[in-house]
């Protein structure tokens, strides 16, 4: 598999190739951010970026969906777009805890969901990740907390906790 990297900052990282359950780090120099790339691929996915400078196409962040690992653990992998947020309803029991991950596919957004302390910033080209267990049962607002544009107060959606 070959994934082609370039930084936020448009230095371009050497493309890489990785094997099958085998991990890869690139560049062995750090880039001009100081960070250096390792990923983890799993099967035909990404499936772990660590100090992420971008976020190929076809990465598992690439994709919004909610993955439930077991019983009270949940995975929901966001994407903010102009003016929505994907998925839009997410619904877990109460007492998980859920790990979010956060891209953005075009400007910078906010992803903050009332009555909580989730506060994400949404980057292009970044993955952000942020852990919360929600204890009551509760339906929470998630609203874009930063200025995206013409329809930014439409962006909104929502966490049910039953």
Same mark, same amino acid.
């Given at each position: 598999?070959?994934?082609?990297?370039?930084? %936020?900052?448009?230095? %371009?990282? $050497?493309?890489?190739? /990785?094997?099958?359950?085998?991990?890869?780090?690139?560049? &062995?120099?750090? &880039?001009? %951010?100081?960070?250096?790339?390792? =990923?983890?691929?799993?099967?035909?996915?990404?499936?772990?970026?660590?100090?992420?400078?971008?976020?190929?196409?076809?990465?598992?962040?690439?994709? =919004?969906?909610?993955? #439930?690992?077991?019983?009270? &653990?949940?995975?929901? !992998?966001?994407?903010?777009?102009?003016?929505? !947020?994907?998925?839009?309803? *997410?619904?877990?029991? *109460?007492?998980?805890?859920?790990? !979010?991950?956060?891209?953005? #596919?075009?400007?910078? +957004?906010?992803?903050?969901? =009332?009555?909580?302390?989730?506060?994400?910033? =949404?980057?292009?080209?970044? /993955?952000?990740? !942020?852990?919360?267990?929600?204890?009551?049962?509760?339906?929470? $607002?998630? /609203?874009?907390?930063?200025?995206?544009?013409?329809? +930014?107060?439409?962006? @909104?959606?929502? /966490?049910? @906790?039953?």
């Amino acid at each position: 598999m070959h994934y082609p990297f370039e930084s %936020n900052t448009g230095s %371009n990282v $050497t493309t890489i190739s /990785v094997d099958y359950n085998t991990k890869a780090t690139k560049p &062995t120099e750090p &880039t001009r %951010n100081g960070y250096t790339f390792e =990923a983890t691929v799993v099967g035909t996915k990404l499936a772990k970026v660590n100090n992420p400078e971008c976020v190929p196409p076809g990465s598992l962040y690439d994709e =919004a969906r909610i993955e #439930k690992l077991d019983d009270d &653990t949940y995975q929901v !992998f966001s994407v903010a777009k102009m003016w929505q !947020f994907d998925p839009a309803a *997410i619904e877990i029991p *109460i007492g998980s805890q859920v790990d !979010f991950f956060l891209i953005s #596919k075009d400007v910078v +957004h906010g992803l903050n969901i =009332a009555g909580t302390n989730v506060n994400m910033m =949404a980057v292009p080209g970044a /993955v952000n990740k !942020f852990s919360y267990t929600f204890r009551k049962k509760c339906i929470f $607002t998630v /609203v874009c907390n930063e200025y995206c544009g013409s329809q +930014h107060q439409a962006m @909104v959606g929502q /966490v049910v @906790v039953k």
